[in-house]
């Protein structure tokens, strides 16, 4: 009965295209769908409609839109279930249509979200059960995968079927994409799935060119078809580049293509892809993240991976083909493209890093002939964007000084000058200095915008430079502190303390200081402004935070960034710091552990980090104990990992060559934990109360209390707690003893009481033994 109805938005969307029709048709707008070579669609992107312009852009592609301005100005915007719109979509920059694979029933729907609601939950009874689910699953989905992957409902289901299947499994997925693959990446729900395949395949490459990898043996109960010997993984993905290489120009600016592109240049490139800085890369941060319980990360996505060279020849490929028909105005447009604008940074970071190194000694024909057997003709992407560089840097009107202002203040195109300004060659990195930034540093940390790329070139700055920077940067102290430029200080401190710069650090300490108060103890509450945190948390929370909130949280997490970094600094920075902490009331303390996850993490790091002053840890803990309770039950789970640093300090110093002190004395952790037991049954209601109680070690508190005991006093890094190999007694070592002996006579005789005392019961003992024996 229900089987042809439409959801109210559906409803809703049906009817904003059918008044967006009748205005088209009205105004006599026809929408153009003769193909468009890439010049036009450069200069599509150089002009955009001013609807798009204002239109709310989300770079992932992941949050709901509406569907009638972005369907009248062309934008990227993929209808659900209208094949005309998606026509006039992909025909105008594509040269084809947009494959529709059909919908699936009703019941093959019902059947895959069933499916999807057990792969999610993972609880099967053993791993060869799952193995046989999803066998069967994959026997259904035959013929099927296309339409799984690009339905709004089951594309879930394929991303979780992806994150389990084995090698014969994905590369069946590629099998059945095979053909269709533009069509897919650049689909709202598809892409999705095309980068699970991609980032999930991607260490079956490396296993295979290593030589240990053997093909799995099919199950006996598989179709004839299943059983065929496969292709290698590599030659997988090269036979998708060959479908994608036609459309990579237009891969770059595409919403949702754009992302497959980066995945596939990271993984050509044997770049790590779990890493932060990485992901930031490859997507948004509001793209909603597809799990599975209990499945690991492979280890190999962590860190670096050996590609064959046929992947590095194919990544300079790419790299050449992708620009090599675009002008230096057309690249200076996508720069500031918010979707081109993340590609562009992959194939900057990776055309300089796969340029060949000049070396010394050899004659610049011999070099150019050397460079040009290796590179592809067309392929260099930094000399494209700063022409001439670092020669043309000093003339105010060459194409590289009109881009580098013109991405300085972007807040796009800023941070393609961050990657230029971290991957750039030496000579290229120091003309930058000495005629953009090293001049006028003081006023560039200032911005808003520029003090991100300033904070990129201090980071490459040598010991003479930082310290000329510094010396710039010190009298605007004032300026940074009162516009909340707390990542430049941070950057300060940091680079000074790596560079050696000991001097330098005394002086920023100094001008922190003075915007402080003039005294060490109001540096946290400046830094973390913990009243403004506790207005905002009695405030009810709205489902969209204001722009005001935005920047207070970040003002929040840069400040306790700066503490931390302090922390971390040996002598008068940690002091002051940690003389701060002390100052601090327990409600302020507790405040901090509970209402923010970044000044939580302040108290974290005070707890593990070593101080001159031998009380700092105990005074800290008393001032934390009268809220042990309300830290526990804590909703932010780092009010919990501020007591969990309690019990993992240990309880006796063990530093001995007095570079700090990190002690909590045993009758501050048996005062906590009496707190905890008092309530118990308050903290087992809870996951993050169980989770306390199991660190405490509640149960042995409870049932066996000289274990607790034993073991909270024995709470020291591993290894100390490791007995040590008894040592060979020296020669003399009598007459050592009788010496030492006659020298502390009174402290023999004071240990060996104590010796006694503490065995009486055992010296009785052994006087009943002798009785018996002798009877």
Known sequence: MGKNRKSKRQLIRDEKRAKQRERDLANGNVVDEDVKDEDEAIEDIAEPNAKRQRRSYNEGGDSKQGGNNDAAAGADYIPLDDGENNKARNGGHLGLEREFFGMLADEEQEYFRHADELLELNDFPTAEDRDIFLQNVYKEARGK????????????????????????QKKHLF??????????????????????????????????????????????DTDEEDKKPQASMEDMFLLTLDELEEHLSFLLSDRYGSHALRVLLLILSGRPLDQVATKSLLQSRKKEHITVEGTLTDELSSQA????????????????????????????????????NPALQVLLELDVALAPKRKPGKKEEEQADASAENVVPGGNLL?????????????????????????LYDPIGSRLLETLITHCP?????????????PRIGSLVRNDIASYPAIRVLSRLSKEDLVDAVDKIIP???????????????????RCQVRNATDKIHSLLQALVAQCGGDWKHLVPKLCPLSDVEEDSDKPKDKFQQQEAKNKTALLSHGSQVVITLLGIPGT???????????????QLLRMATCSGATANILVKALETPSQNPNFHKVLVANLLPNTVELAKASLHKGQDVLNAIISAPSKSTAEDGSGVVAVPFHLKENCMSKLAEHEYELRETWLGRNVWRTWKGDLWNHRRHDWVRWAKETDPEDA??????????????????????????????????????THKDGANSDKKRKRKSS
């Open 721 to 758: 707690r490791v007995s040590s190999a008894p040592k060979p007694k020296a020669k003399g070592g009598e007459k050592t003893a009788v010496k030492s002996g006659m020298l502390g006579g009174a402290n023999k005789v004071g240990i060996a009481g104590a010796g006694r005392l503490g």
């Open 573 to 587: 920075p940690a002091k002051a710091i940690q003389a701060s902490l002390l100052n601090l009331s327990p409600e």
């Open 383 to 407: 000399e494209k964007l700063v022409p001439g560089a670092p020669g043309s840097f000093s003339d105010a009107t060459s194409a590289a000084t009109e881009f580098v202002n013109s991405m």
């Open 145 to 168: 995968e296309l339409k799984l992957a690009s339905s709004q409902s089951c594309s879930r289901l394929m991303e979780r079927l992806i994150l389990l299947s084995n090698t014969r």
């Open 426 to 438: 030496g000579k290229i990195f120091k003309g930058l200095h000495q005629h953009f930034f090293g």
């Open 476 to 494: 605007e102290m004032p300026k940074l502190f009162a516009g909340g430029r707390y990542n430049v200080i941070k950057t300060l401190f940091e």
């Open 175 to 220: 099998e059945a994409f095979a053909g269709h693959f533009i069509s897919l990446v650049t689909h709202r729900f598809a892409g999705h799935c095309c980068e699970k395949l991609f980032l999930q395949s991607a260490p079956i490459v490396t296993m295979e060119l290593s030589g240990d990898y053997t093909e799995p043996e099919p199950e006996p």
């Open 305 to 340: 991976r050996a590609v064959p060279s046929s992947f590095m020849a194919a990544t300079q490929k790419i790299i050449a083909d992708s620009t090599a028909n675009l002008n230096a105005t057309a690249l200076r447009v996508m720069a500031k493209h918010p979707t081109a």
